[in-house]
Nanobody, 125 residues
Framework: QVQLVESGGGLVQTGDSLRLSCAASGRTFSRYAVGWFRQASGKEREFVAGISWNGGNTDYADFVKGRFTITRDNAKNTVYLQMNTLKPEDTAVYYC??????????????????WGQGTQVTVSS
């Protein structure tokens, strides 16, 4: 079993950058695919970015391509989401999720077994 803890959220201005971290417990985290999702107030949770177990493959939602980058450091049991050129519409609670196994990055909520509690990102205009 894996426990996930997100950090790095906060209040920033339009155009600023943030780096979110997803720290995981468990010795086998390196064998998990990880994804970032977000949920804005009053909206459904949506996929943001995903990374395969070894970092070899990544996938992004169209609305973050070119601005966000997902990476992982398996030695530190941590996955990162570097967010650049932030916009007010990026305001949301950001969640990381993990799913055991190799293969492509998962992009659907139901493909993930473990979820963190989320970290708030607020981008002011």
């Amino acid at each position: 079993q894996v426990q996930l803890v997100e950090s790095g959220g906060g209040l920033v201005q339009t155009g600023d950058s943030l780096r979110l971290s997803c720290a995981a417990s468990g010795r086998t985290f390196s064998r998990y695919a990880v994804g970032w999702f977000r949920q804005a107030s009053g909206k459904e949770r949506e996929f943001v970015a995903g990374i395969s177990w070894n970092g070899g493959n990544t996938d992004y939602a169209d609305f973050v391509k070119g601005r966000f980058t997902i990476t992982r450091d398996n030695a530190k049991n941590t996955v990162y989401l570097q967010m650049n050129t932030l916009k007010p519409e990026d305001t949301a609670v950001y969640y990381c999720a993990a799913d055991p196994g190799m293969g492509r990055p998962r992009i659907r909520e139901y493909e993930y077994h473990y979820w963190g509690q989320g970290t708030q990102v607020t981008v002011s205009s």
